[in-house]
C-alpha cells in the first residue's frame, strides 16, 4: 500500500474518510493500489462500493474547485483500478464513482470548503463488475503476482 505523504493530503484524505462514515459507508481501503492503478478511497454501503477519488487544495488555482482536477484520463484509470478491485475481491455490488473536493488552509490546518460529488461519473464501459473482464489477466500486487484464466 502507498501512504501519501503530502500533508494536505493526509489531511484531505482524513476529512473525506469522515465525510463518507457521516454518510453510512464503512471505508475499506486507503489508497488502495494494484499495479499501477490506485484509488484513494474505497467504502462500502449496504448495495454499493464506492470508488473516490479526493482532490485536496490549498487554492482554487483560478476559479478551478479541487475536484474540478479529474479529468478524463483520471477517470479512465479509476474505472480499471475498480474493475481490477472488483475482480480481485469478487465483489458483487453497485459500483459508484464519487469525487470529493476540499480546500486546506495550511497555516491552520483546516478545512475551509468540501464538496462531495456522489455519482460524479459514470464509467463509458458498459458495465464494472466481477464478470466485465473475460479474459485471462495478472496484476502485480503487493509485490506478489495474481492471475486469472
Known amino acids: ?32 493500489r494494484m499495479g499501477h492503478l490506485e484509488v484513494d478511497l474505497i467504502a462500502e454501503g449496504k448495495n454499493e462500493i464506492v470508488f473516490v477519488e479526493v482532490k485536496a487544495r490549498t487554492t482554487t488555482f483560478g476559479d478551478r474547485l479541487p475536484e474540478e482536477y479529474v ?3 483520471k477517470k479512465k484509470r479509476m474505472v480499471a483500478a475498480a474493475n481490477a478491485y ?6 458483487d455490488k453497485q459500483p459508484r464513482f464519487d469525487i470529493i473536493g476540499l480546500l486546506v488552509d495550511a497555516a491552520s490546518e483546516t478545512i475551509t470548503y468540501r ?29 506478489r503476482s495474481i492471475r486469472r484464466n
Not at 9 to 15: L, M, V
Not at 86 to 91: D, L, N, Q, T
Request: glycine fraction near 8%; charge should be positive; hydrophobic fraction near 35%.
Open 115 to 143: 464538496c462531495h460529488m456522489e455519482n460524479a461519473f459514470v464509467p463509458k464501459q458498459k458495465t464494472v463488475g466481477v464478470n466485465s473482464y473475460n479474459g485471462a489477466w495478472k496484476w502485480q500486487h503487493r509485490k
Open 1 to 32: 500500500m502507498a501512504f501519501v505523504t503530502d500533508p494536505i493530503g493526509i489531511i484531505g484524505e482524513a476529512e473525506a474518510t469522515k465525510m463518507l462514515e457521516k454518510k453510512g459507508l464503512r471505508v475499506l481501503e486507503h489508497n488502495w
Open 71 to 73: 479529468d478524463e484520463n
Open 86 to 91: 472488483v475482480k480481485y475481491h469478487r465483489i
